[in-house]
């Protein structure tokens, strides 16, 4: 059974920064592509980043420079250090991951960032 638990959310002020965090289980981890993605009020979900289990890294532009995307295959962990943040990055954060075909989502984490 696969399962990705975020953590991390919150509220920030605007320039402040958020780690969130993701706990993956029931995937072999340290071959799984893993990636962060975002939904913000109204708008469709989009990627933000992803790692490869070699720790190659790609990001949406709006967040290069500002966004780190992070994994330790040891720890089944993958992290988002997200720094600068504005009231555009308000949304829910999810942690996802494809395995055996098939799409995983954590739950989501909230994060608001107030100007």
């Known amino acids: 059974q696969v399962q990705l638990v975020e953590s991390g959310g919150g509220l920030v002020q605007a320039g402040g920064s958020l780690r969130l965090s993701c706990a993956a289980s029931?995937?072999?981890?340290?071959?799984?592509?893993m990636g962060w993605y975002r939904q913000a009020p109204g708008k469709e979900r989009e990627l933000v980043a992803q790692?490869?289990?070699?720790?190659?890294?790609m990001y949406a532009d709006s967040m290069k420079g500002r966004f780190t995307i992070s994994r330790d295959n040891a720890k089944n962990m993958v992290w988002l250090q997200m720094n600068s943040l504005n009231s555009e990055d308000t949304a829910d954060y999810y942690c996802?991951?494809?395995?055996?075909?098939?799409?995983?989502w954590g739950q989501g984490t909230q994060v608001t960032v107030s100007s």
């Open positions: 029931g995937i072999f981890f340290s071959i799984a592509v």
């Open positions: 790692i490869t289990g070699a720790g190659n890294t």
């Open positions: 996802a991951t494809k395995w055996g075909g098939n799409d995983y």
